[in-house]
């Protein structure tokens, strides 16, 4: 395993155990706040809470609707190819959500403790993390339940805010102090989403030559080819070249040429895709993605005999070793 996914590796489990934490906490949070505010008595800031999550939802949907000022220019630009106005427009959506997120928590924050006394100020604190959270946790799975995750990612962020926000409260700092911080914290969770959702585009850009050239003779083979089943494979391509570009630098040094090795690439990873038993409907029977590797893998196979890499006999030979495959699987 390379040091590179060793480090991925770690951080989704470094994630995985904050996700953890946080469901937990988010669960146990609600109940005690309510329960420890109940037995001091302060119903007023309980049914505040109660109503503002109640109604809360729909008021921060109304809010972030000027994001959509960036983001349907952002989403024209990935259409039209202009991934730096992609990711310029969407990073200022993004932002715009952040700045919300920010306001509206420091709001309700200081609201709610701002006539805590010294018994009820930890509850309340507890509770106004709740009040202030819940709505925003709620249209994150609206969004994830369409497909979109990136705002559960920002709420995640926020969440960590918060309670940075809290420990700093306890600790007597100014409202101005707090806002900062948990501004600052969201604005950093904003470039490392940013980084992570074009990562692969900055490493494209950094990329050597030959990884380059690779690159672009593997996307004019995609125009060969539509549907799913390219995706898969040029996806598993991509990495590869990626990740061992010493290796493409000396394969062309060795005076070999770049078409040759990007296409037997796509031929031995259409063909492991194919005869891997997963796009089967039966035992021998491809289902629509399945057909379309073979028909990737079959017409590389033959691009392969026309570039000279593979013999006539040669390419009939890894042609009925890959239906053999699909035969026995399923």
Not at 110 to 128: E, G, N
Not at 162 to 189: E, Q
Request: net charge negative; aromatic share 10%; glycine share 8%.
């Amino acid at each position: 395993m390379s040091a590179q996914s060793k480090l991925s590796s770690l951080a989704l489990g470094l994630i995985g155990i904050l996700t953890t934490t946080f469901i937990l906490f988010n669960f146990g949070a609600g109940i005690i706040s309510f329960i420890w505010l109940a037995i001091l008595g302060e119903w007023g800031i309980i049914v505040n809470g109660v109503i503002l999550m109640m109604v809360s939802g729909f008021l921060i949907s109304i809010a972030l609707m000027p994001s959509l000022l960036f983001a349907a220019p952002a989403a024209i630009a990935i259409e039209k190819g202009h991934k730096l106005m992609a990711v310029v427009f969407g990073g200022l959506a993004i932002l715009y959500t952040v700045m919300l997120i920010t306001i509206w928590c420091i709001w309700i924050m200081w609201t709610f403790t701002d006539t805590a006394t010294v018994h009820s100020y930890i509850p309340i604190l507890i509770w106004s993390y709740c009040v202030a959270l819940g709505p925003w946790q709620w249209l994150a799975q609206q969004d994830s339940h369409s497909g979109n995750d990136s705002s559960s990612f920002t709420t995640f962020v926020a969440q960590i805010a918060y309670l940075v926000a809290i420990v700093m409260a306890l600790m007597s700092a100014n409202v101005s102090t707090v806002a900062y911080t948990f501004l600052a914290i969201m604005i950093t969770g904003t470039i490392f989403q940013i980084v992570g959702m074009h990562w692969d585009d900055i490493k494209k850009g950094v990329a050597t030559k030959e990884v380059k050239e690779a690159l672009e003779i593997l996307e004019q083979a995609g125009k060969e080819f539509h549907g799913y089943g390219f995706k898969l494979v040029s996806d598993k391509i991509e990495k590869a070249l990626l990740e061992n570009p010493k290796a493409l630098k000396k394969y062309v040094e060795d005076g070999n040429p770049l078409k040759e090795k990007v296409y037997m690439l796509i031929a031995t990873t259409a063909g492991e895709h194919v005869g891997s038993g997963h796009y089967h409907i039966y035992r021998g029977l491809l289902d629509e993605v399945g057909n379309e590797l073979l028909e990737i893998f079959d017409s590389t196979i033959d691009e392969l005999v026309i570039l000279g890499t593979l013999k006539k006999k040669e390419a009939k030979e890894h042609k009925e070793t890959v239906r053999e495959n699909i035969k026995e699987m399923g």
